[in-house]
Protein backbone atom coordinates (compact mmCIF):
# COMPACT_ATOMS: atom_id res chain seq x y z
CA UNK A 1 0.00 0.00 0.00
CA UNK A 2 1.34 3.48 -0.88
CA UNK A 3 0.62 6.60 0.65
CA UNK A 4 0.24 10.09 -1.04
CA UNK A 5 -1.15 13.31 0.59
CA UNK A 6 -3.98 15.26 -1.36
CA UNK A 7 -1.94 18.20 -1.34
CA UNK A 8 1.02 16.72 -3.67
CA UNK A 9 -1.61 15.50 -6.30
CA UNK A 10 -3.29 19.07 -6.07
CA UNK A 11 -0.15 21.01 -6.13
CA UNK A 12 1.54 18.45 -9.13
CA UNK A 13 -2.27 19.38 -10.71
CA UNK A 14 -1.83 22.98 -10.31
CA UNK A 15 1.31 23.14 -11.85
CA UNK A 16 -0.11 21.81 -14.52
CA UNK A 17 -2.51 24.37 -14.71
CA UNK A 18 -0.67 27.41 -14.41
CA UNK A 19 1.68 25.67 -17.01
CA UNK A 20 -0.58 24.74 -20.04
CA UNK A 21 -1.95 28.60 -19.24
CA UNK A 22 0.95 29.47 -21.05
CA UNK A 23 2.54 27.51 -22.49
CA UNK A 24 1.29 25.56 -26.14
CA UNK A 25 1.05 21.77 -25.87
CA UNK A 26 3.76 20.98 -28.93
CA UNK A 27 1.39 17.87 -29.93
CA UNK A 28 -0.69 21.19 -30.70
CA UNK A 29 1.54 23.61 -31.87
CA UNK A 30 2.37 21.01 -34.62
CA UNK A 31 -1.25 20.58 -36.15
CA UNK A 32 -1.40 24.08 -36.15
CA UNK A 33 1.97 24.66 -38.44
CA UNK A 34 1.10 21.33 -40.35
CA UNK A 35 -2.48 23.58 -40.56
CA UNK A 36 -0.01 26.72 -41.49
CA UNK A 37 2.05 24.54 -44.72
CA UNK A 38 -0.84 23.17 -46.14
CA UNK A 39 -3.39 26.15 -46.35
CA UNK A 40 -4.14 27.74 -49.77
CA UNK A 41 -6.46 30.81 -48.41
CA UNK A 42 -4.20 33.76 -47.86
CA UNK A 43 -6.26 34.95 -45.21
CA UNK A 44 -6.73 31.74 -42.82
CA UNK A 45 -2.65 31.73 -43.61
CA UNK A 46 -2.42 35.17 -41.91
CA UNK A 47 -4.67 34.04 -38.96
CA UNK A 48 -2.98 30.90 -38.25
CA UNK A 49 0.12 32.57 -37.89
CA UNK A 50 -1.57 35.09 -36.01
CA UNK A 51 -2.41 31.71 -33.65
CA UNK A 52 1.27 30.40 -33.41
CA UNK A 53 2.57 33.97 -32.87
CA UNK A 54 0.27 34.30 -29.76
CA UNK A 55 1.63 30.92 -28.60
CA UNK A 56 5.26 32.77 -28.80
CA UNK A 57 3.98 35.94 -26.73
CA UNK A 58 2.40 33.65 -24.11
CA UNK A 59 5.44 31.19 -24.19
CA UNK A 60 7.22 34.67 -22.44
CA UNK A 61 5.10 34.08 -19.73
CA UNK A 62 3.80 37.48 -19.40
CA UNK A 63 0.15 37.02 -21.09
CA UNK A 64 -1.53 34.23 -20.96
CA UNK A 65 -2.54 32.34 -24.32
CA UNK A 66 -6.54 33.34 -23.58
CA UNK A 67 -7.73 35.59 -21.56
CA UNK A 68 -10.50 32.55 -20.50
CA UNK A 69 -7.86 30.57 -18.80
CA UNK A 70 -11.20 27.82 -18.72
CA UNK A 71 -12.85 25.29 -16.21
CA UNK A 72 -10.26 23.75 -14.11
CA UNK A 73 -11.33 20.23 -14.86
CA UNK A 74 -8.81 17.68 -13.34
CA UNK A 75 -9.43 13.54 -13.90
CA UNK A 76 -7.24 11.67 -10.66
CA UNK A 77 -6.81 7.97 -11.39
CA UNK A 78 -5.52 6.41 -8.35
CA UNK A 79 -4.25 3.23 -8.43
CA UNK A 80 -6.09 0.59 -6.14
CA UNK A 81 -2.82 0.05 -4.54
CA UNK A 82 -2.50 3.77 -3.24
CA UNK A 83 -4.32 5.31 -0.38
CA UNK A 84 -4.89 9.25 -0.44
CA UNK A 85 -4.35 10.75 2.89
CA UNK A 86 -6.75 13.88 2.84
CA UNK A 87 -9.67 15.62 1.42
CA UNK A 88 -8.81 15.81 -2.72
CA UNK A 89 -11.40 18.48 -3.66
CA UNK A 90 -10.68 20.80 -0.39
CA UNK A 91 -6.53 20.24 -1.80
CA UNK A 92 -7.37 20.90 -5.39
CA UNK A 93 -9.11 24.45 -4.65
CA UNK A 94 -6.63 25.89 -2.28
CA UNK A 95 -4.30 24.79 -5.13
CA UNK A 96 -5.89 26.25 -7.88
CA UNK A 97 -6.92 29.37 -5.94
CA UNK A 98 -3.21 29.77 -5.20
CA UNK A 99 -1.82 28.69 -9.11
CA UNK A 100 -4.64 31.25 -10.69
CA UNK A 101 -3.54 34.08 -8.61
CA UNK A 102 0.27 33.42 -9.14
CA UNK A 103 -0.48 32.77 -12.69
CA UNK A 104 -2.59 35.99 -12.90
CA UNK A 105 -5.24 34.18 -14.38
CA UNK A 106 -8.61 35.35 -14.60
CA UNK A 107 -11.27 33.89 -12.09
CA UNK A 108 -13.74 32.10 -14.81
CA UNK A 109 -15.94 30.07 -12.22
CA UNK A 110 -19.51 31.29 -10.83
CA UNK A 111 -20.40 30.01 -6.68
CA UNK A 112 -23.88 30.02 -7.82
CA UNK A 113 -25.04 29.63 -11.80
CA UNK A 114 -28.49 31.28 -11.11
CA UNK A 115 -26.93 34.60 -9.27
CA UNK A 116 -24.14 34.73 -10.98
CA UNK A 117 -21.42 35.49 -8.21
CA UNK A 118 -17.78 35.10 -9.16
CA UNK A 119 -16.50 32.53 -6.36
CA UNK A 120 -13.22 34.60 -6.60
CA UNK A 121 -10.53 32.58 -7.18
CA UNK A 122 -11.78 30.56 -9.80
CA UNK A 123 -12.74 27.30 -7.91
CA UNK A 124 -14.02 24.59 -7.47
CA UNK A 125 -11.58 22.30 -9.41
CA UNK A 126 -14.16 20.11 -11.32
CA UNK A 127 -12.49 16.92 -10.47
CA UNK A 128 -13.64 13.47 -11.54
CA UNK A 129 -11.57 10.95 -9.54
CA UNK A 130 -11.58 6.65 -10.33
CA UNK A 131 -9.74 4.41 -9.54
CA UNK A 132 -7.23 2.08 -11.13
CA UNK A 133 -5.29 -0.50 -10.97
CA UNK A 134 -1.84 -0.34 -9.82
CA UNK A 135 0.27 2.03 -7.01
CA UNK A 136 0.65 5.18 -9.42
CA UNK A 137 -1.50 8.41 -9.49
CA UNK A 138 -2.36 9.43 -13.28
CA UNK A 139 -3.43 13.45 -13.01
CA UNK A 140 -4.76 14.48 -16.46
CA UNK A 141 -5.19 18.48 -16.59
CA UNK A 142 -7.33 20.39 -19.03
CA UNK A 143 -8.14 24.37 -19.20
CA UNK A 144 -11.26 24.35 -21.14
CA UNK A 145 -12.85 27.57 -22.20
CA UNK A 146 -16.57 28.61 -22.03
CA UNK A 147 -16.76 29.11 -25.97
CA UNK A 148 -15.94 25.34 -26.45
CA UNK A 149 -17.75 24.61 -23.68
CA UNK A 150 -21.40 26.31 -24.96
CA UNK A 151 -20.77 24.38 -28.22
CA UNK A 152 -21.33 20.68 -26.63
CA UNK A 153 -23.61 18.68 -27.85
CA UNK A 154 -25.17 15.70 -26.68
CA UNK A 155 -27.41 13.13 -29.02
CA UNK A 156 -29.16 9.98 -28.21
CA UNK A 157 -28.91 8.12 -31.46
CA UNK A 158 -30.81 5.27 -32.58
CA UNK A 159 -28.74 1.63 -31.81
CA UNK A 160 -28.90 0.65 -35.31
CA UNK A 161 -26.95 3.77 -36.74
CA UNK A 162 -24.47 3.56 -39.36
CA UNK A 163 -21.19 4.88 -39.53
CA UNK A 164 -22.13 7.49 -42.41
CA UNK A 165 -25.30 8.68 -40.04
CA UNK A 166 -22.43 9.39 -37.25
CA UNK A 167 -20.44 11.16 -39.63
CA UNK A 168 -23.58 13.61 -40.68
CA UNK A 169 -24.26 14.30 -37.10
CA UNK A 170 -20.81 15.86 -36.57
CA UNK A 171 -20.50 17.35 -39.78
CA UNK A 172 -23.74 19.02 -39.02
CA UNK A 173 -23.17 20.20 -35.39
CA UNK A 174 -19.96 22.06 -36.28
CA UNK A 175 -21.53 23.87 -39.66
CA UNK A 176 -23.77 25.05 -36.20
CA UNK A 177 -21.70 25.55 -33.84
CA UNK A 178 -17.85 25.53 -34.58
CA UNK A 179 -17.17 29.08 -35.66
CA UNK A 180 -17.67 29.93 -32.37
CA UNK A 181 -15.35 27.74 -30.70
CA UNK A 182 -12.42 29.49 -32.20
CA UNK A 183 -11.74 27.37 -35.41
CA UNK A 184 -9.22 25.58 -36.39
CA UNK A 185 -11.06 23.24 -33.68
CA UNK A 186 -9.87 19.63 -32.32
CA UNK A 187 -13.29 17.58 -31.98
CA UNK A 188 -13.66 14.91 -28.86
CA UNK A 189 -16.45 12.00 -29.48
CA UNK A 190 -17.63 9.95 -26.85
CA UNK A 191 -19.92 7.26 -27.97
CA UNK A 192 -21.68 4.71 -25.81
CA UNK A 193 -21.98 4.76 -22.25
CA UNK A 194 -24.89 6.41 -19.74
CA UNK A 195 -25.66 10.03 -20.94
CA UNK A 196 -23.03 11.54 -18.82
CA UNK A 197 -20.58 9.30 -19.74
CA UNK A 198 -20.31 9.97 -23.31
CA UNK A 199 -20.41 13.41 -22.52
CA UNK A 200 -16.88 12.96 -20.06
CA UNK A 201 -15.54 10.94 -22.89
CA UNK A 202 -15.70 13.52 -25.37
CA UNK A 203 -13.64 15.71 -23.21
CA UNK A 204 -11.46 13.24 -22.20
CA UNK A 205 -11.03 11.84 -26.03
CA UNK A 206 -8.69 15.16 -26.58
CA UNK A 207 -6.34 14.04 -24.26
CA UNK A 208 -5.33 12.22 -27.76
CA UNK A 209 -4.74 14.87 -29.85
CA UNK A 210 -1.85 14.54 -31.99
CA UNK A 211 -0.64 11.49 -30.31
CA UNK A 212 0.11 8.32 -31.65
CA UNK A 213 -2.50 6.49 -29.06
CA UNK A 214 -5.26 4.84 -30.63
CA UNK A 215 -8.66 5.07 -28.76
CA UNK A 216 -9.37 2.51 -26.23
CA UNK A 217 -11.46 0.48 -28.96
CA UNK A 218 -9.71 -0.63 -31.97
CA UNK A 219 -10.78 0.08 -35.30
CA UNK A 220 -11.49 3.74 -34.63
CA UNK A 221 -8.57 5.50 -36.55
CA UNK A 222 -10.18 5.32 -39.60
CA UNK A 223 -13.58 6.71 -38.44
CA UNK A 224 -11.67 9.28 -36.93
CA UNK A 225 -9.73 9.95 -40.02
CA UNK A 226 -13.44 9.95 -42.53
CA UNK A 227 -14.63 12.33 -39.92
CA UNK A 228 -11.94 14.72 -39.98
CA UNK A 229 -12.07 14.77 -43.85
CA UNK A 230 -15.21 15.62 -44.28
CA UNK A 231 -15.34 18.41 -41.36
CA UNK A 232 -12.38 19.98 -43.41
CA UNK A 233 -14.82 19.35 -46.22
CA UNK A 234 -17.13 22.48 -45.11
CA UNK A 235 -14.53 24.58 -45.48
CA UNK A 236 -15.16 26.56 -42.31
CA UNK A 237 -11.75 27.52 -41.92
CA UNK A 238 -9.59 29.84 -38.97
CA UNK A 239 -11.91 31.79 -36.99
CA UNK A 240 -14.89 30.70 -39.58
CA UNK A 241 -13.20 33.40 -41.99
CA UNK A 242 -12.63 30.22 -44.57
CA UNK A 243 -9.70 27.74 -45.33
CA UNK A 244 -8.72 24.39 -45.68
CA UNK A 245 -8.30 23.45 -41.97
CA UNK A 246 -11.96 23.11 -39.87
CA UNK A 247 -10.68 20.71 -37.31
CA UNK A 248 -6.74 19.74 -36.47
CA UNK A 249 -7.86 16.01 -35.02
CA UNK A 250 -10.78 14.27 -34.22
CA UNK A 251 -10.45 11.29 -31.37
CA UNK A 252 -12.93 8.84 -30.11
CA UNK A 253 -13.72 7.15 -26.57
CA UNK A 254 -16.33 4.16 -26.86
CA UNK A 255 -18.09 2.17 -23.70
CA UNK A 256 -20.11 0.06 -23.43
CA UNK A 257 -23.60 1.13 -23.21
CA UNK A 258 -27.56 0.15 -23.44
CA UNK A 259 -28.89 -2.14 -25.84
CA UNK A 260 -31.44 0.15 -26.52
CA UNK A 261 -29.04 3.85 -26.60
CA UNK A 262 -26.40 4.62 -28.54
CA UNK A 263 -25.61 8.47 -27.17
CA UNK A 264 -23.18 10.29 -29.22
CA UNK A 265 -21.45 13.53 -27.35
CA UNK A 266 -19.23 15.84 -29.20
CA UNK A 267 -16.91 17.85 -27.68
CA UNK A 268 -15.42 21.08 -28.96
CA UNK A 269 -11.61 22.24 -27.92
CA UNK A 270 -10.45 25.63 -29.93
CA UNK A 271 -7.01 25.76 -31.98
CA UNK A 272 -4.99 26.61 -28.70
CA UNK A 273 -5.91 22.88 -26.50
CA UNK A 274 -4.77 23.58 -23.18
CA UNK A 275 -4.27 20.08 -21.35
CA UNK A 276 -1.34 18.15 -19.35
CA UNK A 277 -0.87 14.97 -18.15
CA UNK A 278 1.84 13.48 -15.09
CA UNK A 279 1.93 10.23 -13.28
CA UNK A 280 2.61 9.98 -9.77
CA UNK B 1 -5.39 48.73 -44.62
CA UNK B 2 -8.19 51.19 -43.79
CA UNK B 3 -8.03 52.37 -40.40
CA UNK B 4 -10.85 53.33 -37.89
CA UNK B 5 -10.40 56.00 -35.73
CA UNK B 6 -12.91 55.73 -32.80
CA UNK B 7 -15.17 57.43 -32.03
CA UNK B 8 -16.33 57.11 -35.22
CA UNK B 9 -18.23 59.15 -38.41
CA UNK B 10 -21.64 58.10 -39.74
CA UNK B 11 -20.03 58.21 -43.81
CA UNK B 12 -16.70 56.27 -42.64
CA UNK B 13 -18.89 52.98 -41.13
CA UNK B 14 -21.19 53.01 -44.23
CA UNK B 15 -18.59 52.65 -46.28
CA UNK B 16 -16.79 49.78 -44.96
CA UNK B 17 -17.99 46.58 -46.91
CA UNK B 18 -18.06 43.04 -45.56
CA UNK B 19 -14.90 40.26 -45.34
CA UNK B 20 -12.62 44.32 -45.42
CA UNK B 21 -9.98 43.76 -43.12
CA UNK B 22 -9.55 46.86 -40.94
CA UNK B 23 -7.16 48.43 -37.92
CA UNK B 24 -8.91 50.01 -34.52
CA UNK B 25 -7.03 53.20 -33.19
CA UNK B 26 -8.53 55.48 -30.57
CA UNK B 27 -10.52 55.37 -27.33
CA UNK B 28 -13.11 52.33 -27.25
CA UNK B 29 -15.36 50.92 -24.55
CA UNK B 30 -15.10 46.87 -23.37
CA UNK B 31 -18.01 45.26 -22.05
CA UNK B 32 -19.83 41.77 -21.64
CA UNK B 33 -22.92 39.67 -20.59
CA UNK B 34 -22.87 41.26 -16.89
CA UNK B 35 -22.65 44.91 -18.32
CA UNK B 36 -24.68 45.02 -20.71
CA UNK B 37 -27.12 43.01 -18.52
CA UNK B 38 -26.64 46.23 -16.20
CA UNK B 39 -26.69 48.58 -18.79
CA UNK B 40 -29.88 47.15 -20.30
CA UNK B 41 -31.44 47.04 -17.08
CA UNK B 42 -30.23 51.02 -16.50
CA UNK B 43 -32.41 52.02 -20.04
CA UNK B 44 -35.07 49.87 -19.12
CA UNK B 45 -35.44 52.50 -15.89
CA UNK B 46 -35.31 55.41 -18.05
CA UNK B 47 -31.85 55.91 -16.66
CA UNK B 48 -28.40 56.53 -19.30
CA UNK B 49 -25.90 55.15 -20.31
CA UNK B 50 -22.58 55.19 -18.18
CA UNK B 51 -20.60 56.36 -21.39
CA UNK B 52 -21.46 58.50 -24.27
CA UNK B 53 -22.32 56.31 -27.21
CA UNK B 54 -22.19 58.36 -30.06
CA UNK B 55 -19.89 56.78 -32.60
CA UNK B 56 -18.49 54.31 -30.06
CA UNK B 57 -16.86 51.02 -30.29
CA UNK B 58 -17.72 47.96 -27.99
CA UNK B 59 -15.25 45.43 -27.50
CA UNK B 60 -16.76 42.44 -26.07
CA UNK B 61 -13.85 41.37 -23.67
CA UNK B 62 -13.42 40.25 -20.13
CA UNK B 63 -9.17 40.61 -19.73
CA UNK B 64 -7.31 38.35 -17.35
CA UNK B 65 -5.68 39.97 -14.18
CA UNK B 66 -3.20 42.73 -14.77
CA UNK B 67 0.49 42.21 -14.07
CA UNK B 68 2.84 44.73 -12.38
CA UNK B 69 4.03 46.74 -14.87
CA UNK B 70 1.76 46.01 -17.91
CA UNK B 71 -1.47 48.06 -19.36
CA UNK B 72 -4.10 45.42 -19.18
CA UNK B 73 -3.75 41.35 -19.30
CA UNK B 74 -4.71 38.92 -22.26
CA UNK B 75 -7.62 40.39 -23.95
CA UNK B 76 -8.94 38.47 -26.97
CA UNK B 77 -12.52 38.99 -28.02
CA UNK B 78 -15.53 36.72 -26.32
CA UNK B 79 -18.24 35.32 -28.49
CA UNK B 80 -20.51 37.74 -29.73
CA UNK B 81 -23.34 36.09 -29.83
CA UNK B 82 -24.19 36.75 -26.32
CA UNK B 83 -24.96 40.11 -26.52
CA UNK B 84 -27.09 39.78 -29.42
CA UNK B 85 -30.17 40.72 -27.48
CA UNK B 86 -28.71 43.64 -25.86
CA UNK B 87 -27.11 45.27 -29.33
CA UNK B 88 -29.87 46.93 -31.11
CA UNK B 89 -30.59 49.13 -28.10
CA UNK B 90 -26.75 50.14 -28.06
CA UNK B 91 -26.82 50.77 -31.59
CA UNK B 92 -29.78 52.65 -31.71
CA UNK B 93 -28.16 55.06 -29.08
CA UNK B 94 -25.34 55.60 -31.40
CA UNK B 95 -22.84 53.16 -30.69
CA UNK B 96 -21.04 52.86 -34.12
CA UNK B 97 -19.37 49.14 -34.04
CA UNK B 98 -19.29 46.37 -32.10
CA UNK B 99 -16.39 43.74 -31.83
CA UNK B 100 -16.02 39.87 -30.53
CA UNK B 101 -15.77 36.85 -32.42
CA UNK B 102 -18.36 34.08 -34.25
CA UNK B 103 -21.75 35.06 -35.84
CA UNK B 104 -24.44 37.22 -34.84
CA UNK B 105 -27.94 36.19 -35.09
CA UNK B 106 -30.76 38.23 -37.73
CA UNK B 107 -31.69 40.86 -35.52
CA UNK B 108 -28.22 42.18 -35.03
CA UNK B 109 -27.55 42.43 -39.04
CA UNK B 110 -30.83 44.26 -39.01
CA UNK B 111 -29.81 46.37 -36.23
CA UNK B 112 -26.69 47.04 -38.22
CA UNK B 113 -28.51 48.03 -41.47
CA UNK B 114 -30.76 50.28 -39.67
CA UNK B 115 -28.69 52.27 -37.86
CA UNK B 116 -25.74 52.06 -40.13
CA UNK B 117 -23.39 50.27 -37.90
CA UNK B 118 -20.83 47.63 -38.40
CA UNK B 119 -20.02 44.65 -36.36
CA UNK B 120 -16.24 43.87 -36.35
CA UNK B 121 -14.24 40.42 -35.57
CA UNK B 122 -10.84 39.57 -34.07
CA UNK B 123 -9.16 36.55 -33.77
CA UNK B 124 -10.55 34.74 -30.63
CA UNK B 125 -7.81 33.05 -28.26
CA UNK B 126 -5.21 35.18 -29.77
CA UNK B 127 -5.27 37.21 -26.59
CA UNK B 128 -1.74 38.15 -25.77
CA UNK B 129 -1.05 38.78 -29.60
CA UNK B 130 -3.93 41.48 -29.06
CA UNK B 131 -3.01 42.87 -25.44
CA UNK B 132 -0.08 44.39 -27.61
CA UNK B 133 -2.42 46.52 -29.77
CA UNK B 134 -3.62 47.99 -26.50
CA UNK B 135 -2.02 51.08 -25.26
CA UNK B 136 -4.00 51.92 -22.24
CA UNK B 137 -7.08 50.35 -20.00
CA UNK B 138 -9.05 51.59 -17.17
CA UNK B 139 -12.55 50.29 -15.31
CA UNK B 140 -14.85 53.30 -16.61
CA UNK B 141 -18.02 51.47 -14.43
CA UNK B 142 -19.11 48.81 -12.77
CA UNK B 143 -16.13 47.93 -10.89
CA UNK B 144 -17.90 45.27 -8.55
CA UNK B 145 -18.16 42.97 -11.71
CA UNK B 146 -14.38 42.39 -11.70
CA UNK B 147 -13.05 41.06 -15.43
CA UNK B 148 -16.63 42.22 -16.76
CA UNK B 149 -16.35 45.84 -15.94
CA UNK B 150 -17.10 48.69 -17.93
CA UNK B 151 -13.74 49.04 -19.69
CA UNK B 152 -12.32 51.84 -21.19
CA UNK B 153 -9.41 50.55 -23.74
CA UNK B 154 -6.87 52.74 -25.70
CA UNK B 155 -6.11 50.86 -29.14
CA UNK B 156 -3.42 51.60 -31.70
CA UNK B 157 -3.53 49.63 -35.29
CA UNK B 158 -5.77 46.31 -33.54
CA UNK B 159 -6.42 44.37 -36.27
CA UNK B 160 -9.96 43.03 -37.26
CA UNK B 161 -12.35 41.99 -40.35
CA UNK B 162 -15.76 43.51 -41.10
CA UNK B 163 -18.48 41.00 -40.49
CA UNK B 164 -21.64 42.56 -40.53
CA UNK B 165 -21.23 45.85 -42.74
CA UNK B 166 -23.62 49.02 -42.21
CA UNK B 167 -25.77 47.55 -45.35
CA UNK B 168 -26.55 44.33 -43.73
CA UNK B 169 -24.06 42.31 -45.52
CA UNK B 170 -22.49 39.66 -43.87
CA UNK B 171 -18.37 37.97 -44.08
CA UNK B 172 -17.90 34.98 -44.41
Redesign the interface.
Known sequence: MRTITAEEIAQAAADIYGEINYRLNPRVAALIEKAFESERDQ?ARE?LS??L??AE??AEG????????GFPLVWVEAGNEVLIEGILQDSLDKAFARSTAQH????SVVADPLS?R?SGDNTPVFLHLSQGKGDKVKISVMAK???TE?ATVLRMMRPSVTDQELIDFIVETVSQKG??A?PPLVLGIGLGGTTDLALGLSKKALFRTGSSRDSSAAGLGALEQKILAEVNKLGIGA????GDTTALDVRIEVSPTHIATMPAALSFS???LRFGEEEL | MMNLNFPLGNEEAAALTAGQ?VTVTGVILGARD?AHRLMAQSLEKGEGLPFDPAGQLIYY???????PG?II????P??A?RMDSFTPQLLSRGVKATMG???RGPEVVEACRRHKAVYL?T???????L??FITGARVAAFPEL??EALWEITVKDF?A?VMIDAEGNI??
Open positions: ATVIKNIANYPLCQDNFLRARNGAGNPECMGWGCHS | RAVGPSPLRNGSAGTTMKGRGVGGAAAYAQGTPVFP
